[in-house]
């Protein structure tokens, strides 16, 4: 079955401190890979995208995530979190022959000032 | 340039009666794609419109239908309402590009069905 796991459902940090979020795919085939966020009272918005050639991707405002093939894992990482990175954290797949995209049930993340 | 905008914003209805969510992509785009997000959930794919046409379905039942207009815009519509259709629908646009594909969400209709 075609699924997206995402293992920490909340997490609250302090500013400063250093944040993992953990991604785990079951998908058949080529993927893409992505991490969304959505900031309180606003969208969904793409923060990083792997599609294929380093598995070390950089997203925006300093968030990063590595694709381990060996383990169907995209973490999402970033070395110090600010207040403002307080949000609910997507990660999603898609096959290369298909247009739909399975996301994961979303880990909710509260930066303390 | 306008985002990708969403009609109505909220929307309560009883079970049985239908409903039509619009949807207007980002300006360029010409792909439209509905989710659904139910409380504390992902969103999960409902299906995706280009060319006006139905290009793949996720597992929702027929009483979920769509349609993609000449300028892009798109409609879902919801019959026979349930009280597990209550969810959040998102819309998201996105240009018709495998190679650098991602897609732009609107802020979504939430729809509650009593």
């Known amino acids: 079955a075609q699924s997206v796991s995402q293992h920490n459902h909340h997490v609250i940090l302090s500013e400063a401190a250093s944040l993992e979020l953990g991604c785990n795919y079951s998908?058949?085939?080529?993927?893409?890979l992505f991490w969304y966020v959505q900031y309180p009272g606003q969208h969904l918005q793409l923060l990083l995208k792997?599609?294929?050639?380093?598995?070390l991707v950089k997203g925006i405002k300093g968030f990063e995530a590595e694709f381990i093939k060996s383990k169907f894992s995209f973490n999402l990482r970033k070395p110090s979190v600010q207040w403002s990175d307080t949000a609910e954290y997507f990660c999603?797949?898609?096959?290369?022959?298909?247009?739909?995209?399975?996301f994961g049930t979303g880990t909710r993340l509260k930066v303390l000032a | 340039d306008a985002g990708v905008t969403q009609s109505p914003t909220h929307l309560i209805k009883t079970r049985g009666q239908q409903v039509t969510l619009r949807c207007s992509p980002k300006?360029?785009?010409?792909?439209v794609s509905w989710y659904q997000q139910a409380l504390g959930q992902g969103p999960q794919f409902i299906f995706q419109?280009?060319?006006?046409?139905?290009?793949q379905r996720g597992n929702f039942p027929d009483r979920f239908s769509g349609h993609q207009f000449p300028n892009y815009s798109s409609e879902l519509n919801v019959n026979a309402l349930l009280l597990g259709d209550s969810a959040l629908y998102l819309c998201?646009?996105?240009?018709?590009?495998?190679?650098?594909?991602?897609?732009?969400f609107g802020s979504g209709t939430q729809l509650s069905v009593l």
């Open positions: 998201a646009s996105s240009l018709q590009d495998r190679d650098n594909e991602k897609l732009f």
């Open positions: 998908y058949g085939g080529t993927v893409n």
């Open positions: 792997y599609f294929s050639g380093d598995p």
């Open positions: 999603a797949v898609n096959g290369h022959r298909t247009y739909k995209y399975i």
């Open positions: 300006s360029g785009h010409d792909t």
């Open positions: 419109y280009y060319e006006e046409e139905e290009r």
